[in-house]
């Protein structure tokens, strides 16, 4: 059975994009437009992998990180940053929200299937 991940950005070209590449190496994707939607879905369905942008309406990157890390069935779930932020001081954030992994945009479809493969197979 194909893997889930969860897209979460609130570029909708981003998020086709980030679909477009996962769907064409075998994955399944569920889409979320901002970090509520993204908690929301999660809650719905729990997925094999979260990749989240940081700046976001409603609620950014950390804070759903946070939320998810916060939920039993998230404690183990790997989760990766996808942003344009690529300071040491947000990736030192992100690892202490509960991020596994940082991938900067804009990003290389390939590498991204890479770090997916990585991680989850």
């Known amino acids: 059975m194909a893997k889930t991940i969860l897209a979460v950005d609130d570029s909708s070209s981003l998020r086709q994009m980030v679909a477009f590449s996962l769907k064409a190496a075998g994955y399944q994707v569920v889409e979320a437009v901002d970090g509520q939607d993204g ?54 954030k992100g690892r202490a929200a509960g991020a596994n992994g940082w991938l900067v945009k804009p990003f290389d479809p390939q590498r991204l299937i890479e770090v997916v493969k990585k991680v989850i197979g």
């Open 39 to 92: 908690l929301d879905k999660a809650r719905q369905q729990v997925v094999d992998l979260v990749l989240t942008d940081q700046n976001m309406p409603r609620m950014d990157g950390l804070s759903l990180i946070k939320q998810l890390r916060g939920l039993p069935e998230y404690q183990k779930v790997p989760i990766l940053m996808l942003t344009t932020e690529s300071s040491d001081e947000m990736k030192s």
